[in-house]
T-cell receptor, first 112, second 112 residues
Framework: ELKVEQNPLFLSMQEGKNYTIYCNYSTTSDRLYWYRQDPGKSLESLFVLLSNGAVKQEGRLMASLDTKARLSTLHITAAVHDLSATYFCAVELGGGADGLTFGKGTHLIIQP | DAGITQSPRHKVTETGTPVTLRCHQTENHRYMYWYRQDPGHGLRLIHYSYGVKDTDKGEVSDGYSVSRSKTEDFLLTLESATSSQTSVYFC???????????FGQGTRLTVV
């Protein structure tokens, strides 16, 4: 059974600081996805990481994938309040099955 | 936003009644998914479809059935709703197997 673990699950940080969210998964996968969800809203696709060593950046967010370590990171640089949201990583189910297995999400609050 | 419409957006129903949720897409994507989101669990896959009349079970399929008679529509049915099925249900679509998924706005279902 594929397990996807995010940490931390809750993070409160100040504007201007840097921080990293970690996503570990238990089986081999070359594809990992990061999503953002605002309260009461849908999920917005942030990054699609398709191979070992993949790095993608959008504004103050940067995501990376290490398939050998089964680890992805989402790094936040100089956080701003607008980045407050819940962030999910998701990994392909694999084994011939379709769909994604999600982590439980990291609830991020950025305070002035 | 990807052309995904979920209906209804909110529903309250009584235990034991049948409920059908609809997902309609205008993107002509082959793959469609139903997930449920519960606090502390992230999103979990209920069922998915890889084409008209082609469906398969996900992680938490017990108590749910699905149908896809047209490319654009994917229906999720709770045959006899239970309180444990109170949740937010998200439909997602993707163009190909295990590629980037786009999510609908969600349906909040309360079973009383």
């Amino acid at each position: 059974e594929l397990k996807v673990e995010q940490n931390p699950l809750f993070l409160s940080m100040q504007e201007g600081k840097n921080y990293t969210i970690y996503c570990n998964y238990s089986t081999t996968s070359d594809r990992l996805y990061w999503y953002r969800q605002d309260p009461g809203k849908s999920l917005e696709s942030l990054f699609v990481l398709l191979s070992n060593g993949a790095v993608k950046q959008e504004g103050r967010l940067m995501a990376s994938l290490d398939t050998k370590a089964r680890l992805s990171t989402l790094h936040i640089t100089a956080a701003v309040h607008d980045l407050s949201a819940t962030y999910f990583c998701a990994v392909e189910l694999g084994g011939g099955a379709d769909g994604l297995t999600f982590g439980k999400g990291t609830h991020l609050i950025i305070q002035p | 936003d990807a052309g995904i419409t979920q209906s209804p957006r909110h529903k309250v129903t009584e235990t034991g009644t049948p409920v059908t949720l609809r997902c309609h897409q205008t993107e002509n994507h082959r793959y469609m998914y139903w997930y449920r989101q519960d606090p502390g669990h992230g999103l979990r896959l209920i069922h998915y479809s890889y084409g008209v009349k082609d469906t398969d079970k996900g992680e938490v399929s017990d108590g749910y059935s699905v149908s896809r008679s047209k490319t654009e529509d994917f229906l999720l049915t709770l045959e006899s709703a239970t309180s444990s099925q109170t949740s937010v249900y998200f439909c997602a679509i993707s163009e190909w197997r295990n590629t980037e998924a786009f999510f609908g706005q969600g349906t909040r279902l309360t079973v009383v």
